[in-house]
């Protein structure tokens, strides 16, 4: 079945740095990759994500790329403030399996004020 | 438009007991999916139920069920509790069940299996 691997599992950046979070992903039938945000104690929220046929998104000061020969996509979150801090998921799906996410482990984003 | 909605919150239960869980998801939502999140494993897929037929399962034993009623608000039962089922789950639903589709969670129903 389907691994997605992510990294890093912590991550602490100073505010106005820029984070990056990178997943791998092992079955090339995955086309649909969503990256989700929890905070502490509240439901996954998703924040942006990417089909297999775009190799990049943005959303603000957020932003997702995919590179789909070597089975990768990466969050870019520019201008961090203190209120991204929370934990960071990335995630996989399959065409044929309708809405079965297979997720990474997760990155705790800090950032520092 | 309300969230989707799950009861209850906060539970405890023995080893050996059976739990059931309860979803109500977005209205006009036909999926709905539901998730095990511990910090050891992560977020784990369990099973997904699209018009009252499970349409996918996730590497979970027997003892984890589900069903969809017609309004399609689902339920999840737990049988012969263990200790290691102690864990946030997590119901998400969605319009469609083909894959691209914006998945979004409940708050999850804790549960701490003692």
């Known amino acids: 079945g389907e691994n997605v691997e992510q990294h890093p599992s912590t991550l602490s950046v100073q505010e106005g740095d820029s984070a990056v979070i990178k997943c791998t992903y092992s079955?090339?039938?995955?086309?649909?990759f969503p990256w989700y945000k929890q905070e502490l104690g509240k439901r996954p929220q998703l924040i942006i994500d990417?089909?297999?046929?775009?190799g990049e998104k943005k959303d603000q000061r957020i932003a997702v790329t995919l590179n789909k020969t070597a089975k990768h996509f990466s969050l870019h979150i520019t201008e961090t403030q203190p209120e991204d801090s929370a934990v960071y998921f990335c995630?996989?799906?399959?065409?044929?399996?309708?809405?079965?996410?297979?997720f990474g482990g997760g990155t705790r984003l800090m950032v520092k004020p | 438009k309300a969230g989707v909605t799950q009861t209850p919150r906060y539970l405890i239960k023995t080893r050996g007991q059976q739990v059931t869980l309860s979803c109500s998801p977005i209205?006009?939502?036909?999926?709905v999916s539901w998730y095990q999140q511990t910090p050891g494993q992560g977020l784990q897929f369990l099973f997904e139920?699209?018009?009252?037929?499970?349409?996918n399962k996730g590497n979970f034993p027997g003892r984890f069920s589900g069903r969809q009623f017609s309004n399609s608000r689902s339920e999840m039962n737990v049988s012969t509790l263990e200790l290691g089922d102690s864990a946030l789950y997590l119901c998400?639903?969605?319009?469609?069940?083909?894959?691209?589709?914006?998945?979004?969670f409940g708050e999850g129903s804790w549960l701490t299996v003692v």
């Open positions: 209205s006009g939502h036909r999926s």
């Open positions: 995630a996989a799906a399959k065409n044929n399996a309708g809405n079965m996410l297979t």
């Open positions: 079955d090339s039938a995955s086309n649909y």
């Open positions: 139920y699209f018009s009252e037929t499970q349409r």
């Open positions: 998400a639903s969605s319009p469609r069940t083909d894959s691209g589709n914006t998945i979004y």
């Open positions: 990417i089909r297999s046929n775009v």
